[in-house]
């Protein structure tokens, strides 16, 4: 990009924000007939092969740590913390109980974004 910018005469300058306001959900669509099909717009019902994908399943064996551009959402972070809590009882997963860790009930963006991080830490 850079050498593009300077090849027409513009200085570059690469502007990184690492936080979305609004996640990105990824979901795979499995080939084959649809059980339900679109019948009109009243009659549309939700396709069988539409499949939800977890970010972290796709996180190879051996990985130490999140990548930095691989973030989760406040579902992910959930059923994560879900997975933990069934293996291990210790207190610092105990700390990561939603109820604990969120004291108000006021959430935002950057809470959710401290509790990732949080849960990233403990299962890596």
Known sequence: ME????????????IQ???RYSHLRKFAYIT???PD???GFLGHKPS????FLYPISFLRPGIISIPEDLTLEARDCAMLYQAMSAESKGPSVAALEPITFFEDLRRQQQ?????EGGIEKEAF
């Open 37 to 39: 099909p679109v019948d």
């Open 32 to 34: 084959g007939p649809d």
């Open 111 to 115: 809470d959710i974004i401290r509790y």
């Open 3 to 14: 050498n593009v910018q300077a090849s027409h005469g513009h200085r570059h300058s690469l």
């Open 17 to 19: 924000h690492k936080h």
């Open 48 to 51: 069988n092969n539409i499949r």
